[in-house]
C-alpha cells in the first residue's frame, strides 16, 4: 500500500447510520397511484429496507397534482390502510403513515382554501414547485399553507434550476417561516452535478431542515446506501438542525 492509499484510508468516513434519522418524511409508496411504486410488492420491498437501514417511521407522500394525479384524501389513507394491513401480516415493524406532496397549482390554492390537505406529523405541508419555471407565486402558497395552520415544507429546493448558483430565495423562505428539505440523492449527483452543487451549497449556509429519500424505487435506497460515507451527507447530519427525528414515532 502506498502512501496515497494510507492517507486515503485516513481520510474515508464512516458509513453513517440512517436510523439516526428515525423518520424519513418525503416519498412515494403507496403503490398504483403516482409515479412511484408499481404494486404492493415492491411497497413491501422498498419498507424492508428502510427498515434495514434503521429507520423507524416512513411518512409517505404521494403526488397531489391536477395535470397527472388527482390523489384525494379518500384514495391516498384508502391505500395507506392497505399497506399499513400487509405489513402487519408479514410481521415488519416500521410505522407508514401518509400526508402528499402537493404541486403549487390552481387545484393546491383550492385545497388550502378548503382545508382538505394531508399534512406530516399534523404540523407540516409539503409543496413542490415546477423544476424548470420559476413562479412568481411562491409566496402566496407560502402564505396560503401557514393560514391553513400548517407549516410549509419545500420538496427538494435543491432542484430548482432556476435559483441555482444563490442561497437567498431558501434564505428569505425560511424567514418567512417555510421549513427546506433535501433530497439524501441529489448529493450523489443522481440528478446531475448541477443539483449536486446546490445541495451542498444549502448545507454549507445550514438551511436544511429535512433530509429525504423522495423514494419512487429500491434503487434510490440502494444508492443511498452505497453513499453513506459522502462528506457532505455527514456534514448535513452534524451542521444543520434537521428535524426529521422530531416526527412522532410510536
Not at 464512516?14 to 397511484?33: A, K, N, V
Not at 390523489?71 to 405489513?87: D, R, S
Not at 396560503?144 to 419545500?154: E, L, N, S
Request: with cysteine.
Amino acid at each position: 500500500m502506498g502512501l496515497f492509499d494510507l492517507f486515503k484510508q485516513k481520510k474515508e468516513l464512516e458509513p453513517i447510520d440512517f436510523g439516526q434519522l428515525r423518520t424519513d418524511m418525503h416519498s412515494h409508496l403507496i403503490p398504483g397511484i403516482d409515479d412511484g411504486s408499481p404494486s404492493m410488492d415492491a411497497t413491501i420491498a422498498m419498507l424492508a429496507k428502510f427498515e434495514s437501514l434503521g429507520y423507524k417511521k416512513v411518512i409517505t407522500t404521494p403526488h397531489v397534482y391536477s395535470d397527472c394525479y388527482k390523489n384525494t384524501p379518500e384514495i391516498i389513507l384508502g391505500g395507506l390502510k392497505t399497506v399499513q394491513e400487509t405489513i402487519r401480516q408479514l410481521g415488519l415493524t416500521i410505522q407508514v403513515e401518509a400526508a402528499a406532496e402537493y404541486y403549487c397549482d390552481e387545484y393546491f390554492a383550492e385545497l388550502i382554501k378548503t382545508g382538505e390537505l394531508l399534512s406530516i406529523d399534523n404540523k407540516y405541508v409539503l409543496m413542490e414547485f415546477p423544476f424548470m419555471s420559476e413562479p412568481d407565486n411562491w409566496r402566496e402558497f407560502i402564505f396560503g399553507v401557514q393560514t391553513a395552520g400548517y407549516f410549509p415544507i419545500i420538496a427538494h429546493f435543491e432542484r430548482y434550476v432556476y435559483w441555482h448558483g444563490s442561497v437567498e430565495i431558501a434564505q428569505t423562505m425560511r424567514e418567512l417561516g417555510a421549513k427546506i428539505q433535501l433530497n439524501i440523492n441529489s448529493l450523489t449527483g443522481h440528478y446531475g452535478p448541477e443539483i449536486k452543487k446546490q445541495g451542498e451549497k444549502l448545507i454549507d449556509h445550514q438551511l436544511l431542515d429535512f433530509i429525504a429519500s423522495d423514494c419512487h424505487r429500491i434503487q434510490h435506497l440502494l444508492l443511498m446506501e452505497s453513499n453513506a460515507r459522502l462528506p457532505y451527507l455527514h456534514k448535513a447530519l452534524t451542521t444543520n438542525q434537521l428535524l426529521n427525528h422530531t416526527l412522532s414515532v410510536k
